[in-house]
């Protein structure tokens, strides 16, 4: 008899059957189970991160264009300013692969009430 480990990471049930017959004790076995559950874990840190920085690259490109489109009518010291906090976030977000998604979500919130 084998033990099911399920976890719903992915959305799509994964199933972890280990056969008690390869000689693995109890030990090694819940190992197993741990790493699958951790994994799980660190699968949805990277999905919200890769959504967060989607996100994030929308709403820069948006008050990108949105500058753009308005500068003639805004003050050029507020497109300056514009202009600094956008390459202050890309700045920020050069190490996004490493980043928290909160952080992330953060650093983008900023931008978007200073615009």
Same mark, same amino acid.
């Given at each position: 008899?084998?033990?099911?480990?399920?976890? @719903?990471?992915?959305? %799509?049930?994964?199933?972890?059957?280990?056969?008690?017959?390869?000689?693995?004790? @109890?030990? $090694?076995? $819940?190992? /197993?189970?741990?790493?699958?559950?951790?994994?799980?874990?660190? *699968?949805?840190?990277?999905?919200?991160?890769?959504?967060?920085?989607?996100?994030?690259?929308?709403?820069?490109?948006?008050?990108?264009?949105? /500058?753009?489109?308005? @500068?003639?009518?805004?003050?050029? $010291? *507020?497109?300056?300013? /514009?202009?600094? @906090?956008?390459t202050e976030v890309r700045d920020k977000l050069q190490d996004k692969e490493n980043m928290d998604p909160e952080d992330i979500? %953060?650093?983008?919130?900023?931008?978007?009430?200073?615009?």
């Amino acid at each position: 008899s084998g033990i099911n480990a399920e976890y @719903k990471g992915t959305g %799509k049930e994964q199933q972890i059957v280990i056969q008690s017959s390869g000689g693995l004790n @109890k030990d $090694e076995i $819940e190992n /197993m189970v741990r790493e699958a559950e951790a994994n799980a874990e660190a *699968d949805k840190i990277n999905r919200e991160r890769v959504e967060a920085i989607n996100q994030a690259e929308g709403i820069l490109h948006d008050t990108e264009s949105k /500058m753009d489109e308005f @500068k003639d009518q805004l003050p050029s $010291e *507020d497109v300056a300013k /514009m202009k600094e @906090k956008i390459t202050e976030v890309r700045d920020k977000l050069q190490d996004k692969e490493n980043m928290d998604p909160e952080d992330i979500k %953060k650093t983008v919130s900023d931008l978007q009430q200073s615009s």
